[in-house]
């Protein structure tokens, strides 16, 4: 008996367009531009993030959405604390390197969105968290990339914030103690998107060819003509994506 293979396979511009969005997605945290994030842009960005895959479709994510100035100011300050602790532990030229980077844009984007997780969500019934229990925070990020990658298909840029206490973010944004902060994101128009990633293009790290990453059956078991081939046809798709 035959099947037939039944696709709903993108056209070819829709697919360059989602692998665009893939390469040229950034973590924007300079080029920041005074201009309002229009309600349907953010809510397409919302949406997006609310439609990402989650483990027995427990759907663990919250979205606190901050314009509130004066609230931002605080996050702000905590950044900047936290910051100072994180500079001290380099020396020297990587010191230096640190201290030039930019690493937050909290005021000067269009709006921050606070991505919370609730680990102890009974929605989906406990279906898949039996053996990786870490899984509700692993589908809140998935809810991170959609919005990232919905924002970059927008013209919207998105830094993710990682340098800022936690207990703080929930002191000042009133979150309960049950509740994970996953992310801290700040959304907004820039004046550009960098060709590279920032850190790559500042020297602070280079990015890992996809064939030193790939193992083939058991961890370690490796196969470098097929790694280094399919690294090649994945840089080609990736460039084609780009010059979409």
């Not at 293979?5 to 989602?18: A, C, E, I, K, N």
């Not at 229009?38 to 809510?43: F, S």
Request: a positive charge; glycine letters at 8%; one cysteine or more.
């Amino acid at each position: 008996m035959v099947t037939r293979l039944v696709t709903d396979r993108f056209s070819r511009q829709q697919r360059l367009g989602v692998y665009r969005a893939i390469h040229e997605r950034r973590d924007v945290r300079s080029h920041f531009i005074a201009k309002p994030l229009p309600e349907d842009v953010l809510a397409r960005i919302l949406d997006a993030a609310h439609h990402a895959p989650s483990v027995g479709l427990m759907q663990p994510w919250e979205f606190i959405v901050v314009t509130d100035r004066r609230v931002r100011q605080r996050v702000r300050q905590q950044f900047t604390a936290a910051n100072r602790r994180a500079a001290a532990l380099y020396a020297g030229r990587r010191r230096r390197l640190y201290d030039s980077l930019k690493l937050q844009g909290i005021v000067e984007s269009a709006a921050n969105v606070c991505v919370t997780c609730n680990p102890t969500a009974t929605r989906g019934h406990g279906l898949g968290r039996q053996t990786m229990t870490d899984t509700a925070v692993c589908s809140t990020v998935c809810a991170i990339q959609n919005c990232w990658l919905a924002a970059r298909a927008e013209g919207v840029g998105v830094g993710w914030v990682s340098i800022i206490d936690p207990k703080a973010l929930h002191q000042i944004l009133a979150i309960p103690q049950h509740i994970v902060v996953v992310g801290y994101l700040c959304l907004g128009y820039v004046t550009k998107f960098r060709r590279r990633p920032e850190l790559e293009a500042k020297g602070w790290e280079r990015r890992v060819p996809l064939a030193r990453t790939l193992h083939f059956d058991r961890y370690g078991t490796i196969d470098g003509a097929r790694a280094r081939a399919l690294g090649r046809l994945g840089k080609a798709a990736g460039d084609e994506g780009g010059r979409g």
